[in-house]
């Protein structure tokens, strides 16, 4: 990574038109519990299309993914390990890109899209998981920074 | 309990509460204005986490 510039990295997957929610830590800042997280979590519409967009953007980015032994970095080799429906985080020069996928408790793109909030950030409108999905996600995921979490959104929420 | 104990205690919980006024002021702002705060916030924690990384 040269210099983390998560807002960069969110303009550039705004406006290469890529379907995606932002979740994870930088959902929790926008709702209120202002806090540094070390990558920018997102939920991405799990189509074709979508996946090769994310892949582009990653690469254009340095993004590399890095799957035991392979180092991924052809938007070919990202946009196929994205297809598997896992979690796959893309290292860039701009920080560290986690695409949130086949998580219990993490509901659907479209799920997630229709309840979503919009933020700007950079001239460009980025959509924002809801709090109520935000909450389900942590009170799913459990671990004892993640019932922190809930428990700061309940407070910030009430 | 001894004194210095309710004394921590009573100061614990004062913060705490402090903490989350502070959570529900900006809960209250416009979610960009939070989301850009994050954002400075968490290139601040990576530059710090490289940089002890490195010595």
């Known amino acids: 990574m040269n210099e983390p510039a998560f807002d960069e990295l969110l303009r550039r997957l705004a406006e290469a038109d890529v379907e995606f929610v932002v979740v994870g830590g930088l959902a929790m800042s926008a709702w209120g519990v202002v806090r540094g997280t070390k990558d920018v979590d997102v939920v991405v519409a799990p189509n074709v299309e979508n996946l090769k967009k994310v892949a582009e953007v990653a690469v254009a980015a340095g993004g590399h993914v890095q799957q035991g032994e392979a180092l991924l970095d052809t938007p070919v080799s990202i946009a196929a390990a994205l297809a598997t429906g896992e979690q796959v985080p893309i290292e860039t020069d701009l920080g560290r890109l986690d695409v949130v996928q086949g998580l219990d408790g993490v509901p659907s793109y479209e799920e997630l899209r229709s309840r979503a909030r919009e933020a700007e950030i950079l001239g460009v409108t980025v959509a924002v998981c809801s709090i109520d999905d935000l909450k389900a996600m942590k009170r799913a995921a459990g671990r004892t920074r993640d019932l922190a979490d809930l428990e700061d959104l309940e407070s910030a929420s009430d | ?55």
């Open chain 2, 1 to 55: 309990m001894k004194e210095g104990e309710k004394g921590a205690s009573s100061a614990a919980a004062r913060a705490e509460a402090v903490r989350v006024q502070r959570l529900r002021e900006d809960a209250k702002r416009p979610m960009s204005v939070n989301l850009a705060e994050g954002i400075a916030l968490s290139h601040k924690l990576i530059r710090i986490s490289e940089a002890a990384r490195k010595t």
